[in-house]
Structures are given as C-alpha cells and as structure tokens.
T-cell receptor
Framework: DTGVSQDPRHKITKRGQNVTFRCDPISEHNRLYWYRQTLGQGPEFLTYFQNEAQLEKSRLLSDRFSAERPKGSFSTLEIQRTEQGDSAMYLC????????????????FGPGTRLLVL | EDQVTQSPEALRLQEGESSSLNCSYTVSGLRGLFWYRQDPGKGPEFLFTLYSAGEEKEKERLKATLTKKESFLHITAPKPEDSATYLCAVEKSYNYGQNFVFGPGTRLSVLP
C-alpha cells in the first residue's frame, strides 16, 4: 500500500512527558503537512515541509512543538512537556506540488495519531 | 479573515432520503475547493476537487458543485454506509502551508 502511514495510532501519556509521532508520506510526494484535529472540528494546520525544508509554522505551534523531515521522506512531530490541552488527533498529509503537477495539489491524509494526555 | 463554514452541523436522513450539505467560504484567491469524508477515528478520505464556478463532480451517490461563494455536496438516495463527517477545505492562492483552510464538517447519519 502506498498511502500515508502514521505511527503510533494511539498514545496515552502523562502530563509533562515528551512524545514523538512519525509520518511516512506517499513516496513521490514532496510536501508534507501536520494538522491537529479536536472533536467536532476540522483539521487545523500546524506546519508544512517542502522536501526537507520546513517552510511555515502556525502560531498554534508553541515552542514545545518541533517537527523535522531530515531527508525529505518521513517526518517526526515531537511535543515536549505535554499538557492536557495537547490531547487531540494529529494528522499528517502529503501532496505532490510543483510545475509538473499543475493545479493538482490534493492532500492525502494518514489515519492519524490520537493523543491523550492525562 | 479567511473563513469556511459548513451547514448543517449535523444531519440525520432516512435511507433513500436525498439531501445536500453546504460549504460557504470567504477566502482571498480561491485555487480549489476540496471535499473529504472522515469516519470516526480515521483520517480524512479525499472525495472531490473543484476549481471553477459551475464545475461539478460525481462519484456514486455523491455530487459536488461549486459557485463563487459556496459549494454543495448532494447525496442521492443515501445508504447507511454513507454515514460519516463530510469536511470541505479551500486552497488559497499565494500561500504555502496555510493554504488549506478546513470547515468544521457536517456529521451525516443515515438510518436504515
């Protein structure tokens, strides 16, 4: 299967602990996005990579959050000193953007990582 | 400010009862409008992309249309397996990561 995968699917942690999530995008996709989704809401943009470069971060992304995409393939999202307000579904999406893809920058989503901070 | 709203918030239909979901947007420089389906505990699943006012796309019992200010997702003769949250998202021009703005979704329940 060549879809977007995320690991782990579920994470329960205690307040103050650090957590790290991984996202493997569709192999030929050059853009990778991280979103956060809370119950009853649509996904909210967190950050975005084009290849290995992190090009934009939302103001929602506090200093406790850091994301990397070291070789332009998989990405990790780390949350340090977790707080109860960090409890949410963390979604990763990938897309192919550039001159050859034209207008077609459809984002394809992974299954998400559900985080619960106790 | 860029905004995407969806209505109704929730919709309950009997099997076979057709209806429409609405997505209204106010964004500067719309490049595209996307519909996704999301099942509980899962990531959004891509359905359609619309780029121009007047454009229509169909897939099985679903048909998406686009005007200059809103999009409709028409569901014809729905089945219980169509129950899900339907999200719309708009892609804006001349932005990078924050180029996708999602609406809050419409929770659809189709009763047998």
């Amino acid at each position: 299967d060549t879809g977007v995968s995320q690991d782990p699917r579920h994470k329960i942690t205690k307040r103050g602990q650090n957590v790290t999530f991984r996202c493997d995008p569709i192999s030929e996709h050059n853009r990778l996005y991280w979103y956060r989704q809370t119950l009853g809401q649509g996904p909210e943009f967190l950050t975005y990579f084009q290849n290995e470069a992190q090009l934009e971060k939302s103001r929602l992304l506090s200093d406790r959050f850091s994301a990397e995409r070291p070789k332009g393939s998989f990405s990790t999202l780390e949350i340090q000193r977790t707080e109860q307000g960090d409890s949410a579904m963390y979604l990763c999406a990938s897309s192919l953007a550039g001159a050859t893809s034209g207008r077609k920058e459809t984002q394809y989503f992974g299954p998400g990582t559900r985080l619960l901070v106790l | 400010e860029d905004q995407v709203t969806q209505s109704p918030e929730a919709l309950r239909l009997q099997e076979g009862e057709s209806s429409s979901l609405n997505c209204s947007y106010t964004v500067s420089g719309l490049r595209g409008l996307f519909w996704y389906r999301q099942d509980p505990g899962k990531g959004p699943e891509f359905l359609f992309t619309l780029y121009s006012a007047g454009e229509e796309k169909e897939k099985e019992r679903l048909k998406a249309t686009l005007t200059k200010k809103e999009s409709f997702l028409h569901i014809t003769a729905p089945k219980p397996e169509d129950s899900a949250t339907y999200l719309c998202a708009v892609e804006k021009s001349y932005n990078y990561g924050q180029n996708f703005v999602f609406g809050p979704g419409t929770r659809l329940s189709v009763l047998p």
